[in-house]
T-cell receptor, first 114, second 112 residues
Framework: GENVEQHPSTLSVQEGDSAVIKCTYS??????FPWYKQELGKGPQLIID?????GEKKDQRIAVTLNKTAKHFSLHITETQPEDSAVYFC?????????????FGTGTKLQVIP | NAGVTQTPKFQVLKTGQSMTLQCAQD?????MYWYRQDPGMGLRLIYY???????DKGEVPNGYNVSRLNKREFSLRLESAAPSQTSVYFC???????????FGSGTRLTVV
């Protein structure tokens, strides 16, 4: 089955710096890669996603890149702000027996230091 | 714009007790899911319902049952709670599994 590894598990950056979170996946058939942000005491919230036919996607300060050859994808946050502090999860989705199976990474706790 | 609503938010059970976690979505999504979240283990799928009238096991289904009552509602039942089921439970929904999920705010369950 699919295996998704996420690094680092914790990340501290100064406000205004950039943050990068990386994920690798094992199933080359994976075709959809969402990223979620989870604030303390809340459910995960979809912040950006990318499909396998696209190499990069950007939404304001957030961008995601996908390298299908190397089977890895990354989340980039520029000009970080204290409200970016949260746990971020990557996920990889693959069609399995007619169902789109989603596997989550184990999360990265991002701390933005004012 | 309620999205996904879960009840209750907190619950303490004694070992062997039963309970049902409720979930409802108002986005006309076809697919619904139940996940549990434990420290260091990310999100693990318990059961899912790809469409109204269907349910299937996920990664960790033992000790749980589900009911897709209608397109809006998807409940999770613990028939005989065990301490190993202490966790935070999230319900989620999506148009289909090929789209991102909308998660509820979670139920924090403690089994003593």
């Amino acid at each position: 089955g699919e295996n998704v590894e996420q690094h680092p598990s914790t990340l501290s950056v100064q406000e205004g710096d950039s943050a990068v979170i990386k994920c690798t996946y094992s199933d080359s058939a994976s075709n959809y890669f969402p990223w979620y942000k989870q604030e303390l005491g809340k459910g995960p919230q979809l912040i950006i996603d990318i499909r396998s036919n696209v190499g990069e996607k950007k939404d304001q300060r957030i961008a995601v890149t996908l390298n299908k050859t190397a089977k890895h994808f990354s989340l980039h946050i520029t000009e970080t702000q204290p409200e970016d502090s949260a746990v971020y999860f990557c996920a990889a989705s693959v069609n399995s027996g007619g169902y789109q199976k989603v596997t989550f990474g184990t999360g990265t706790k991002l701390q933005v230091i004012p | 714009n309620a999205g996904v609503t879960q009840t209750p938010k907190f619950q303490v059970l004694k070992t062997g007790q039963s309970m049902t976690l409720q979930c409802a979505q108002d986005m006309n999504h076809n697919s619904m899911y139940w996940y549990r979240q434990d420290p260091g283990m990310g999100l693990r799928l318990i059961y899912y319902s790809a469409s109204e009238g269907t349910t299937d096991k996920g990664e960790v289904p033992n000790g749980y049952n589900v009911s897709r009552l209608n397109k809006r509602e998807f409940s999770l039942r613990l028939e005989s709670a065990a301490p190993s089921q202490t966790s935070v439970y999230f319900c989620a929904s999506s148009v289909t599994a090929y789209y991102g999920y909308t998660f509820g705010s979670g139920t924090r369950l403690t089994v003593v």
